[in-house]
């Protein structure tokens, strides 16, 4: 379905957000004293999907693979820029302070990476009267008919896939070793941003494959899929036994 788009500097997109950066970009981001958190989430993989799995394969690709005890998982790792209330680089006049090197997520918004997710404009917090006006924002096909747009979707998805080694490296130096399950939750972990900038830089320079240490622990709130993660031969936790060390569990889903 062909969308029309206009921005119409409303600044909702820029209040309270989650923005998944790169590794050079959360570098960028902590240099400019922001905050940012790293996202685990993990998918069990028992198999590889078939050829024509689609949206399997977009995981496999931004994932790396792990074991959590005798089940094989994918691990999705995301970098994310994380504030509360108006982004530190929004101005007065909802401008960004930062436009010409502002993260790819927001060059890239209400427009969607994943090529598997329709757009829908009331999943997104522009205003209805911002799909009213303006050019041919997608296309009947689903193409993104800004190149500017366009490039920065190719961009992310690029980047997410490309980085998915160096972020296993990361979570290895962290010591990061819980994820929760795909699509039920995150566990999310937050460093200090002096540690993580250490990390981060020596991750991107020194890349090199992690020693296999990748027992994953799998976190859930939810008793039945606590019971069915553990009858796979995972090893699975409950939600409610994380406590401080800089991590939480957010979950995408209520609990049974």
């Given at each position: ?45 028992p198999e590889e999907p078939a050829p024509d799995n ?139 941003r002096d540690h993580l900038r250490e990390v981060l ?56």
């Amino acid at each position: 379905m062909a969308r029309r788009f206009s921005c119409t500097m409303c600044g909702r997109c820029c209040h309270g957000l989650r923005l998944p950066l790169s590794v050079a970009e959360a570098l960028a981001w902590i240099d400019d004293g922001g905050e940012v958190e790293v996202f685990c989430e993990a998918v069990p993989w028992p198999e590889e999907p078939a050829p024509d799995n689609g949206p399997a394969w977009h995981k496999r690709k931004r994932s790396f693979q792990a074991m959590s005890g005798h089940l094989p998982v994918r691990v999705i790792v995301t970098l994310v820029a994380t504030f509360d209330g108006a982004c530190p680089n929004l101005r007065a006049d909802m401008g960004c302070g930062i436009y010409e090197r502002r993260p790819t997520a927001c060059r890239v918004y209400p427009a969607e990476v994943n090529p598997f997710i329709a757009l829908e404009p009331a999943n997104k917090l522009c205003p209805p009267d911002a799909w009213e006006t303006g050019g041919l924002f997608q296309d009947d096909d689903g193409h993104w008919t800004d190149p500017e747009v366009a490039a920065a979707v190719l961009r992310r998805r690029t980047d997410d896939y490309a980085e998915a080694g160096t972020r296993e490296v990361l979570c290895a130096r962290l010591g990061i070793r819980e994820a929760g399950l795909s699509n039920e939750g995150v566990i999310v972990y937050t460093p200090s941003r002096d540690h993580l900038r250490e990390v981060l830089k020596g991750t991107a320079e020194t890349y090199k494959t992690p020693p296999r240490d990748d027992d994953w622990m799998l976190v859930s709130h939810r008793l039945r899929t606590m019971w069915l993660l553990e009858s796979a031969g995972a090893r699975a936790t409950q939600a409610v036994e994380l406590a401080g060390m800089g991590r939480r569990f957010v979950s995408f889903v209520q609990d049974e």
